[in-house]
């Protein structure tokens, strides 16, 4: 990567960025992963690894929930835009180079964060755990470089019409980066008191909703055209996806906190707001769903369809759950137990992460111009994937109605650790799967741009057969 | 922009997004600072300091630039006998808490009293300040205020910490630092519900109990109990060490881990710990081959354990 640091822009080969960010976030899905599965393992066996300050669980935590949210999901959605923007523009990136300083930068911003966190170094302030000073430099050389290389992309591009996914792409960049300033000022201005813990809450949930959520959807509507060939469905509710996302999405962030002493009128609020939120996400699961219209068969037999289709499958129950959980009549009940934990699973393991993978895995095989190691190794990969976030979410979401339960029934807290621990079992299995899952997609990845088949210009991946 | 469209829907952006950060950032803000604090509101700001988390005084998380809570029985200007009173110490150099940077974060009623009757504008953190917690009343409404006892009765920092003694000195405020450095915050929360285990863990916090406090700490999912009010229900210091050097000691089957680290490397009487030797010891005794486990060496007055269940203890 050194080497295009610092070579003019027009020597910088199309794609350089995206591979660089591709390769980048399949290693902090691994790390990422791998920190999961260590903490997991920690909570179900406590004295794994003891008596050091470095490992012990409250250091651990919030590094895997950074270098999965900021490493693997971030980075493969900078990698998506890299490569999909300037497709869906008929142009090339406005800087090459801009994005490979972005990924250099990001990278090392990302791990001197990581460190600092893993020190016990931090705000103390759920998801903006990172000091203000990192808060600063992820702004300024993570998200605004982004954001200037989709604008400008966008803006020089040679096509009249700007298509769904990078309305998305431009929205949400542009989005990401004022929530990211606006979230974190509590920090730089030392604001105080329950109107700091809720514009805490304020920043996670636009970035769970205006960043996560809507870079996800849109590059599923780039992917499914793009592999199956057909036209998406509908572009009408591709508009109405859009401005429901911007108009619903952005409000309801105090159902984050429905069981402090908010004011009554912001939960309510919050809480309408939040059930409309099925509007964009049933717009999005049909629309993407009819798109598949007579190429059904590509589910079963492509990779990148594969992940996609079960991405927005997953958008199901998850916005069902996540519509209805966040209403005082059901959050009494879940809030602070796993079946919230089960929930964010659901949200970055289901659904987001299903949906970016198949964009790396397409983007990369299209940029090498090198079909696939081997499919039986994505299989692995996928099946892993499915099945061990299965047992995770499946088991958390056990575990958060046992602890509801103790909640009301007011038994010694106690029993409720006693009874979660099976699950708590069952959780780190399901991680240690999605965990090994990765590393195997590490070395795919790896060999496909070591020693895959050469795809001919002009062709796709997915229309060559495999050799071996 | 092609079509006009474009520029149209810009807009309507604009206008979406900032109406949606005026009715969710700005409205709520407005009426949540026009709530006074309570009398928990000000003790937890006088003893917590000026940040919680990371900040210029305290970058590495270690507890520094943090006041004390001393517990007078004697007024330390005269010596004469008085009621107990909590005092909050701040050496000089020590940040002061937002309520006295900027009193208006008190809240209406809080702010005037505070500045008329409590003299708080006349504190120097360069000089150091002791402050109290009084209460007065403001246009008929009974409220609490911060007075500050260096300007209004002449103690100065080091009388009341020499007054105090190590013994009825508290590091609360460096204790917070450990509980959000050490990461407790994900596993145990500082919010009873409103809508029920309240009986279980004690009164849900109010509106003004937060005013100045940063951050607030309220924890994330809940794996273990709540600690809001814990220094209510256990106030007992040797039950808390042996929780702190190994959960399982006093709680066979708690997944919290082992927090031995925090007692540094010596114990009370300046020995060095043997960590190793107390592990072998108590695995002896976990798998029954000895009757008694081994004891927990105590810690030192300037041990960040210390801090942490002066922290926990002052819970209640």
Known sequence: MLKYLFKRNEDIPPGTSAVFFGFSSIMWFVIGTGLGSFNAAKLAFPDFVMGSELFSFGHMRQVHVFAVIFGWISMAFAMAMMYITPALGNTKLWSEKLGVWNCFLWNFGLSLGLTLLWFGIGSGREYSDFPWVIDLYVAGFIFLPLALNVWMTIVTRRTQGIYTTNWFFGASVFMVTIVFIVGNSPEWFNLTGLSEAYMTWWFAHNVLGLWITPVAAAIAYYTVPKVTGNPLYSHRIGHLHFWSVVVFYSTPAAHHLMSAPLPEWLKSFASVEGVLILVPAIAFVSNLLLTMTGKWHMFVENVEIKFTITGVMLAIPLNMQGGFQQTRAINWYVHGTGWIVAHAHLALLGFSTFLEGAAVYYGLQTLLRRKLYSLALANFHFWFLLIGFAIYWISMTIAGLIQGAGKIYEVPYIDVVIAEHPYMIARWIGGTMVFTGNVVWLYNMYMTAKAGTEIPEGRLPHELAYER | ?316
């Open chain 2, 1 to 316: 922009m092609a079509f006009r469209e474009y520029k149209v829907g810009a807009r309507l952006f604009g206008v979406a997004l900032g109406g949606s950060m005026l009715i969710t950032l700005y409205m709520p803000t407005v009426d949540m600072t026009s709530v006074a604090v309570t009398e928990t509101g000000l003790v937890k700001q006088l003893s917590y300091g000026r940040i919680g988390g990371f900040s210029y005084e305290d970058p590495l998380l270690r507890g520094e630039g943090k006041p004390k809570t001393v517990t007078l029985t004697k007024d330390p200007a005269t010596n004469a006998d008085m009621e107990t009173v909590q005092a909050f110490v701040y050496e000089p150099g020590i940040p002061f808490p937002s309520g006295i940077n900027h009193p208006r974060t008190l809240g209406p009623g809080a702010t005037e009293l505070s500045l008329d009757k409590g003299r708080i504008s006349e504190a120097d953190h360069n000089a150091g300040a002791v402050f109290v917690v009084r209460r007065g009343s403001h246009q008929g409404e009974t409220l609490h205020y911060i007075e500050n006892a260096t300007a209004t009765r002449g103690w100065k920092y080091d009388q009341v910490l020499n007054a105090g003694g190590d013994a009825n000195t508290s590091y609360v405020g460096s204790g917070k630092i450990m509980f959000v450095r050490e990461g407790c915050w994900w596993c145990h929360t500082l919010l009873p519900e409103q809508t029920q285990d309240w009986q279980y863990f004690g009164i849900p916090p109010r509106l003004g109990d937060f005013n100045g406090e940063s951050p607030t700490a309220f924890g994330s999912d809940r794996k273990a109990p709540d600690l809001l009010h814990v220094g209510s229900r256990n106030s007992s210091k040797e039950w808390m060490m042996m929780h702190f050097f190994n959960p399982r000691l006093v709680q066979p089957h708690s997944i919290m881990p082992r927090y031995d680290y925090l007692w540094g490397d010596k114990d009370a009487d300046g020995k060095a710990i043997d960590y190793d030797g107390w592990r072998s010891a108590y695995n002896d005794y976990a798998a029954g081959k000895t009757l008694t486990p081994p004891d927990v060496p105590s810690y030192q007055s300037n041990s960040e354990i210390r801090y942490l269940m002066d922290f926990i203890l002052s819970l209640k």
